[in-house]
């Protein structure tokens, strides 16, 4: 719609306001300044055995679970994401600050809420640790019906709609936002300070594990 037309009918730019640029001049952050991989977390836990300067964490420990499982093991991930947030996340921010985890894909996104979910109570975790899930359109999965809208829920049981759902997460109800497509750039979150980026999962078959 914009820029300088071009013979073919189509435009070019006029100008490009670059990510590099936009960082260079302060008005984002860089988060790879501060980003790990699994392959330097694993490394990381294999190592503290032989180095006592490095503390054993259930995050840690967690990790070293995983190289013996199925990469792609989503009970393992949850379990590894879950761990760090008390170990790294609860601890910044004057003990508010919060993780997001951005997903392959609106199934992928499901999948993990449903996962985190069962973590969270199988563990005890409920008192101070909850999810919210963003996706946009509708998944299905194992012939069941899945909206945002309809997984999001206050702690009264209300349901949260799109545009309740950055102010729920600013409150001290939520820990932990599951993305998929939505919120991975311009989030204004101030409280926003871990981020999962589980971006290079398979493709997921249709499950039957997750209730409606």
């Given amino acids: 719609m914009f820029g300088k037309r071009q013979s073919d009918g189509s435009y070019r730019r ?21 980003c790990m991989t699994y392959e330097t977390s694993y490394r990381i836990a294999k190592d503290t055995p032989d180095n006592p300067e490095i503390p054993t964490s259930k995050g840690v420990k967690t990790i070293r679970r995983f190289q013996e499982l199925h990469p792609h093991n989503l009970q393992q991930k949850t379990a590894i994401m879950i761990e760090q947030f008390p170990d790294i996340t ?9 993780a997001m985890v951005v997903t392959a894909s609106c199934l992928h996104a499901v999948r993990y809420y449903y996962e985190f979910k069962r973590y969270i109570e199988a ?15 509708v998944v299905y999965d ?20 799109e545009n ?8 001290g109800d939520f820990n932990v936002l599951i ?13 926003l300070h ?3 980026v589980e971006k290079n999962s398979p493709v997921l078959k249709p499950s039957k594990l997750y209730p409606n």
């Fill in 14 to 34: 006029f100008h490009v306001y670059s990510m590099r640029q936009v960082i260079e001049e302060g008005f984002i952050l860089d988060v790879l300044k501060n």
């Fill in 90 to 98: 609860t601890n910044k921010i004057g003990g508010k600050a919060k």
């Fill in 123 to 137: 563990k005890g975790y409920g008192d101070h640790l909850d999810i919210l899930i963003a996706f946009s359109g």
């Fill in 142 to 161: 194992g012939g069941i019906e899945y909206r945002e809208t309809g997984m999001n829920k206050t702690k009264d049981g209300s349901s949260i709609s």
């Fill in 164 to 171: 309740q759902l950055k102010n729920e997460f600013r409150t």
């Fill in 179 to 191: 993305v998929a497509e939505k919120y991975q750039t311009g989030f204004d979150e101030p409280l």
């Fill in 194 to 196: 871990t981020m999962f």
